[in-house]
């Protein structure tokens, strides 16, 4: 599997391009910003992006999808929610920023929990994973986890912006990414790769996990 990381934009966001050794097919994953390293990047790869894959509706995560899929002709994927929030309350969030959220179309696969994602001969699950947003999904696959913003080396996705939920985004994590096994490589939305061995060690958010949603800890 061909894993690369680009930091786009004004708010370091990641982009990655997710390919098959064997077919190279691949998926752009939440190409914020910077579509022409992007696109230098699959070719650099001599990869053909067949995919589109958006974690989460905030502007920072899909800034240059209308790019991308104009110069690649792939298919944009999504949960049913993303398509709403983009256009209501991460538009809002864009605008505390100064920041403008591009116009979506309507995406072409619509995703939710479990369904299946396949990339040339790569499958990942989806895991949806509301509380950053509502619409918020993960891709779990090959040891891998895509995050988005759900969680962080060290920390979790926030939870102020229009839409966001913490106790929700707890619930995700403890429901969904924590039975994962501990050697999962987690690659988030922002910041450098971790494990979820590491985090379950380290992350504060994680080791209050518990407590934080019985009402004895506060964040």
């Keep these: 599997m061909i894993l690369e990381t680009i930091v786009t934009g004004t708010f370091g966001s990641n982009c990655y391009i997710v390919g098959s050794e064997a077919t190279k097919e691949a998926m752009v994953v939440d190409p914020g910003a910077d579509a022409d390293r992007i696109l230098a990047t699959l070719r650099h790869h001599g990869l053909k992006a067949d995919l589109i894959l958006v974690t989460h509706s905030h502007t920072d995560h899909i800034g240059a999808v209308p790019e991308v899929k104009k110069a690649t002709g792939a298919r944009v994927a999504m949960h049913a929610l993303t398509l709403q929030e983009a ?84 619930t995700s994590i403890r429901d969904k990414i924590l039975p994962l096994p501990d050697d999962t490589a987690i690659h988030s939305g922002h910041g450098p790769a971790t494990t979820l061995a590491l985090e379950k060690q380290h992350n504060p958010f994680i080791r209050m996990l518990d407590r934080i949603l019985a009402g004895e800890v506060r964040i």
């Design 87 to 170: 256009q209501g309350q991460s538009r809002l969030a864009a605008q505390m920023f100064y920041m403008i959220t591009p116009a979506l179309d309507p995406p072409d696969i619509e995703l939710g929990e479990d369904d299946e994602v396949k990339v040339g001969d790569l499958a990942f699950r989806v895991l949806h994973c509301p509380g950053h947003t509502q619409g918020h999904i993960c891709l779990y696959g090959h040891g891998v986890l895509l995050a988005g913003d759900v969680i962080f080396q060290g920390s979790i996705g926030r939870f102020d912006f229009p839409g966001g939920d913490g106790r929700q985004l707890l």
